[in-house]
């Protein structure tokens, strides 16, 4: 139903709907040159019915997902132990975020929900990828000052077993992070009390962490990451499909049924 009027929507605004009936003008002229304007609104609106219909179909997806190049990762073992849902599922999607990038924010609750949603067909493992080349050195420039106190935090979290806790803590606090300056003493405090960790400020200046960073530069050596997030389904780039409830799930469906019929 929200295809559909999302397409009723795109043709009114092209052809006017609901506009009392013009007088046609008088002039032959005049009126093969309305003709013509009209057939050139037609030629765009067919463009744009295309494209539309192209980005919520399955098998559209599915095939620029598929023109994606395969890409090598290394998921190295501390990485493969960040897994969220059934580690049994067949499918992995994989996400490289940043916890200063307000869209990694949203997109960590978006994938999250879409696992929620399909157990039994995929997971989820995150990579933090800091933006900022003072940590990363993949990165060229900074994000914010936040992106790898952030990850920092969330490794040492990690090591006390409460990774998934402090990614969704670092997320929701954000905005504090990003906003300069940032008081990290107060957050490091804050952080501990909310999700019970002892001792972050041991394990930031440990040598533990330095060597555990490194460990997840590890995961992305060699590969070009454009920006984040950046998602992965089964090694190959994924659009944004994962955004919406309906169309993923579908999308899901039909990804199985091609990817099983290839083994028959």
Known sequence: ??????????????????????????????????????????????????????????????????????????????????????RSAKNKIIVFSDFACSHCKTASKELKARINENKDLVNLTYVFYPLDKACNPNARGKLSGYSCIGVKLALCAEKQGKVWQAIDFLYDDQQTGNVAPFDARSFIKKIEKELNLVGLNECLSSKWLEQRLKKEHEVYKGMDIPGTPYVILNNRQLSNVFKFEDSFNEFMKYFNSKENSKGK
């Open 1 to 86: 139903m929200f295809r559909l009027t999302c397409m009723s929507l795109l043709f009114c605004t092209f052809l006017s709907c609901g506009e009392k009936d013009k007088v046609l003008p008088s002039n032959k002229d005049q009126l093969q040159e309305q003709l013509n304007k009209a057939n050139e609104i037609n030629k765009k609106v067919a463009e744009k019915m295309k494209q539309v219909v192209g980005e919520v179909l399955p098998s559209s997806i599915y095939e620029k997902y598929k023109a994606k190049p395969i890409l090598r990762i290394n998921l190295i073992e501390p990485v493969k132990s960040r897994v969220y849902g059934k």
